[in-house]
């Protein structure tokens, strides 16, 4: 027992199960690969210059000529008048200003700055000591609920005259991953129940001459951040956006300005040797200007790189199916290989297609790690225990599923669920009306009465199986079948439906045979109903059988037996009705209470429109349902009248039921029924 278990290619499932639980608690060095597979998709898209952001750098050049730094800030006065002169558009001045000018240069460069379009940097902090005076803020409609991006405790702004006069400030922090690198970039920021905008989204914000942003978030989820005039940008749940880093913004250096920036956003920043530390990103080391300026350039133009919403999802989905189909393939060695060069590279190949046609993050690591480890290990143990599983289902299933739904459980035996579940099934009982005549007319003839019945029910299960239905079990002269087990099946009561109709019309036929042979005609009745239950292989260890159990299936009997007193061929629960009514037509028969039941149900019929006039047929049913209604209310005589001149409607089919109606008009006309009877008429028979 111990060798046969170890033996089983279905091992393979622990390492799978293993690979998906990892992948599901996604620990630190799964999410570290992960990201660095990111690393590999953004980095290595062709790069371009930009041509609209340009960065200006404080280097070493800069210090030669100017002195030692911090500059007196009158001088930072003079380099904006400077790039303005060159035709700089708007002006991001990326130098972190709380403390006042010892060079007392702070006025002049206040006013400058009133005529001037410069965006500056403050910094979110978590120290819980207030600022001496409020950061600046612009407008902010925050829509939806909850506040949005990551909470800080304050804002450091800068001094107070320059806080006041630059055009728009905001906030440079940077939000590193598990590793230490900055690949995403938060957009806005929460300090108490204030929002605060990114500078890259400040500056979008100057540059467009819009007086505020806009943020959507749901219960505190970050959806987008949004600048009118540029529109909707898609972050993650934390504010956060991708840097692109495909596209480079123009350097140059303050010491050797260009002479004309053509109106470019201008981003000015240290590098000169220990005045400014390099940030960690995806692209190497990164000075902080440089890395707005990348950021600046990713939202500028468009350009939204997303971890979809549903990309775990679907990757841990597709790292199950690859695993499952994968243990399929291996039972024919040569295929199992070249399926795991399939999918492992078809994963490579899916998350490059996904990024450069659609800028979506998918991981095709994990996929192609859990795709190999899976395909060692069930390459071990796959031959023989294969091979007992595949006859094991034919033997069970063999007899009352059709050979296509047998080879499809033979190749994926995990559609298969062993045991009981719950599960919603349209489950059908069929009768033979007539049965007795029938056996009369062979009286001592054992064998030539079997020989018609399995003719019978040949016709009959032929198109059960056809329609993706389950055989359960003959009972007599009887059939029980449902749909939506053990496969799915989302249109399984429409199936059934499908199935009672063409059984009648195979009927029909079968009847035509024998009539030629003297054999009187089969009647058939039919019960659908379409209910919750428990099904799977039940039964002992000796001998089981798959079948379904529940209320469900005890009503579907019992509507089987309604239809020889309501005079109709079919008799469908509420919910089959519910589900068919869309595609076939339907007549609602009564409000019964079966018998056993106390509590009443709807029951209906569905007839064969086939080659019929359906406005007529629809005409003459609000007729009818206005009868039903009539007969509910108690309006004898109006319910008496609409019956009688429904007779002879829907080509004939109703007008035993129209019969049966009249008589119980008349029965219930001449009994004592509540005020508001509800309609429910209780059943006395099967």
């Known amino acids: 027992m111990v060798r046969k ?68 800030r009158n001088q930072y006065a003079d380099i904006i008048r400077e790039l303005e002169r060159r035709n700089a558009g708007v002006i991001v001045f990326n130098v972190f200003m709380p403390d006042a000018d010892r060079f007392g240069g702070d006025a002049v460069l206040a006013q400058q700055l009133k005529h001037s379009t410069v965006v500056l940097p403050h910094t979110a902090t978590n120290d819980n000591v207030a600022a001496q005076h409020a ?105 956060r956006i991708w840097v692109d880093w495909s596209s480079r913004p123009k350097e140059h250096s303050l010491a050797d300005l260009p002479t004309d920036f053509q109106g470019g956003i201008v981003v000015v920043g240290l590098t000169a040797r220990g005045l400014s530390n390099p940030v960690a990103t995806a692209r190497g080391e990164v000075y902080p200007h440089s890395l707005q300026a990348s950021v600046l350039e990713t939202v500028a133009s468009g350009t939204n790189i997303v971890r979809p919403d549903w990309a775990d999802g679907a990757e841990i989905l597709a790292l199950g199916l690859s695993g499952i189909l994968l243990l399929f393939l291996t039972r024919w060695t040569y295929v199992g290989m070249v399926s795991v060069v399939v999918l492992v590279g078809g994963s490579l190949v899916g998350s490059w297609w996904s990024y450069h046609g659609f800028l979506w993050l998918l991981d095709a690591t994990a996929i192609a790690v859990s795709t190999t480890l899976v395909a060692l290990h069930a390459y071990g143990v796959k031959f023989v225990s294969e091979f007992l599983q595949k ?72 198109k059960i199986l056809e329609n993706q239905g389950t055989l359960d079990k003959y009972i007599g002269d009887a059939q029980m079948a449902f749909w939506n087990a053990p496969l799915d099946d989302a249109d399984h009561a429409k199936n059934a439906v499908r199935t009672a109709l063409e059984m009648m019309g195979s009927l029909d036929g079968f009847n035509q045979e024998i009539a030629a042979e003297g054999v009187p ?101 609000e007729l009818h349902d206005l009868m039903i209604s009539c007969y509910r209310k108690q309006q004898w005589t109006s319910a008496r009248k609409w019956t009688q001149d429904l007779i002879g409607s829907f080509g004939g089919q109703m007008d035993h039921y129209y019969t049966m109606w009249l008589e119980r008009i008349e029965e219930m006309s001449h009994k004592t029924l509540p005020e508001h009877w509800d309609g429910t008429y209780v059943a006395t028979s099967k």
């Open 391 to 462: 006859q094991q289902i034919k033997k069970q299933f063999g007899t009352y599923l059709s050979p296509a739904m047998v080879e499809r459980l033979q190749k994926n035996p995990e559609l298969l669920t062993l045991g009981g579940e719950s599960r919603e099934l349209s489950i059908m009982f069929t009768d033979v009306r007539g049965f007795t005549t029938i056996s009369e007319h062979y009286g001592s003839d054992v064998q030539g009465l079997t020989k018609i019945m399995n003719r019978y029910m040949t016709a009959m299960t032929a």
């Open 521 to 621: 005609p089969f009647g058939m009745g039919l019960g659908i109903n379409t209910a919750t239950v428990v099904v799977g292989n039940m039964g002992s260890d000796q001998r089981f059988d798959y079948t379904c159990l529940g209320d469900g299936v005890n009503l579907a009997s019992r509507l089987e037996g309604q239809s020889k007193p309501y005079g109709v061929k079919i008799v469908l629960g509420s919910l089959t009705a519910q589900q068919v009514a869309d595609e076939y037509f339907v007549l609602e028969l009564d409000t019964i209470a079966v018998k056993g039941k106390k509590q009443g149900v709807q029951i209906y019929t569905v007839l064969d429109t086939q080659g019929q006039d359906v406005n007529e047929w629809k005409a003459a049913r």
């Open 5 to 72: 278990l170890l033996l089983s290619p279905w091992t393979a499932l622990i390492t799978l199960a293993l690979m998906l639980a990892i992948r599901i608690a996604d620990p630190g060095f799964v999410e570290s690969v992960r990201l660095r597979y990111f690393d590999t998709l953004i980095v290595n898209k062709a790069p371009s210059v930009s041509e609209q952001i340009h960065v200006v750098n404080i280097d070493d050049q800069t210090i030669a000529q100017r002195g030692q730094f911090p500059f007196p």
């Open 135 to 239: 950061a600046f803020r612009p407008g902010v409609s925050v829509i939806g609920t909850g506040l949005p991006g990551i909470a800080y405790a304050n804002i450091q702004p800068n001094v107070r005259s320059i806080n006041e006069s630059a055009s728009g400030i905001g906030i440079v922090n940077t939000l590193p991953e598990l590793d230490g690198v900055v690949r995403r970039i938060p957009q806005v920021i929460t300090v108490g129940e204030q929002v605060y905008p990114s500078i890259s989204l400040e500056t979008l914000r100057v540059a467009a001459g819009d007086p505020s942003f806009q943020v959507r978030v749901n219960a505190g989820v970050v959806e987008a951040v949004r600048i009118p005039q540029f529109g909707k940008i898609p972050t993650d749940h934390y504010g």
